[in-house]
């Protein structure tokens, strides 16, 4: 009776310091698992779905250490030669870092022949401007790259041909005009001197 009372409480003693040491292995994974998230938060705030993944991920643990604890009451415990240490596996989430790259010479160079392009095309569509166009000189030439895209260029150089045309139709109507009455002048000069 004595040996088997001795027996038991080693086994008791044996079972505590089983439970002890996996609480003891809980706390310092739960210690490391609030680190890495502490410290995932200092550098980048995490999407809702890393935060999700890092819920998860510690709820697996914290059942996987209490599924582990009640075994660890419930089974006998093993000789002294047979315990290990056994660290349990665990997947490190981290968050990818967006590292913003410094544009290209290539893409610096694109950029600034569209912006000579573009000044270029307000320059002419300001000099171009007809009459009857009915956007403003001053409003032209201040002009963004987007509404440069959507401008209407075969509209605007159609008008502009119609108002050449028209305005050389003048010119030519008073050129004729003006000989008209020149050849009229001299036709009554030429009669006067006739008379003296």
Avoid: C
């Amino acid at each position: 009776a004595v040996v088997s009372t001795q027996s038991t409480g080693r086994k008791k003693k044996q079972m505590a310091a089983e439970k002890e040491r996996q609480e003891r292995l809980e706390r310092q994974e739960r210690q490391r698992l609030q680190a890495e998230t502490a410290a995932r938060k200092r550098r980048k705030t995490p999407s809702s779905s890393e935060e999700s993944e890092e819920e998860v991920v510690e709820q697996k643990y914290k059942n996987g250490f209490a599924g582990s604890s009640r075994r660890a009451a419930t089974s006998p415990a093993l000789p002294a030669f047979q315990s290990k240490k056994v660290k349990p596996e665990h997947k490190v989430i981290t968050s990818s870092n967006h590292i913003e790259k410094e544009p290209s010479k290539e893409v610096v160079n694109l950029k600034k022949i569209q912006n000579k392009l573009a000044e270029s095309l307000r320059l002419s569509l300001h000099y171009f401007s007809p009459p009857s166009w009915p956007t403003k000189k001053e409003d032209l030439i201040n002009l963004d790259l987007d509404k440069l895209l959507e401008f209407p260029l075969n509209n605007f150089f159609d008008t502009y041909e119609k108002n050449l045309t028209e305005l050389i139709g003048q010119y030519q109507e008073h050129a004729s005009t003006a000989e008209k009455r020149a050849e009229t002048a001299d036709e009554k000069l030429h009669n006067v001197r006739k008379l003296v």
